[in-house]
């Protein structure tokens, strides 16, 4: 059973930082894609950053067009972890963080990021 544990959730103020991390196990992750989403209370779940294997031991990385260039997405060296380095934090960056694995799909519990601004 594919299982996924985040943190690095946590209150910070406005143009701080913060690094998520969410491991992975029950599976091999190498060749799935990775990726994080948020949900702020009131709205839909939506997409924030993802990595996608292609080929050899190269990544690519997407993300929303509200997050680029101040998300970085990344894998670690056992591919069975992927981080989110949040930097320029914004008070709508505000939500709930989940990470999501594709094959075999899994949701994560969630990691709660605040931003005060």
């Known amino acids: 059973q594919v299982q996924l544990v985040e943190s690095g959730g946590g209150l910070v103020q406005a143009g701080g930082s913060l690094r998520l991390s969410c491991a992975a196990s029950g599976g091999t992750f190498t060749s799935s894609e990775m990726g994080w989403y948020r949900q702020a209370p009131g709205k839909e779940r939506e997409f924030v950053a993802s990595?996608?294997?292609?080929?050899?031991?190269?990544?690519?990385?997407m993300y929303a067009d509200s997050v680029k260039g101040r998300f970085t997405i990344f894998r670690g060296t056992a591919k069975n972890t992927v981080y989110l380095q949040m930097n320029s934090l914004k008070s709508e960056d505000t939500a709930m963080y989940y990470c999501?694995?594709?094959?075999?799909?899994?949701w994560g519990q969630g990691t709660q990021v605040t931003v005060s601004s």
């Open positions: 990595t996608t294997w292609g080929g050899g031991s190269s990544y690519y990385a």
């Open positions: 999501n694995v594709k094959l075999p799909a899994a």
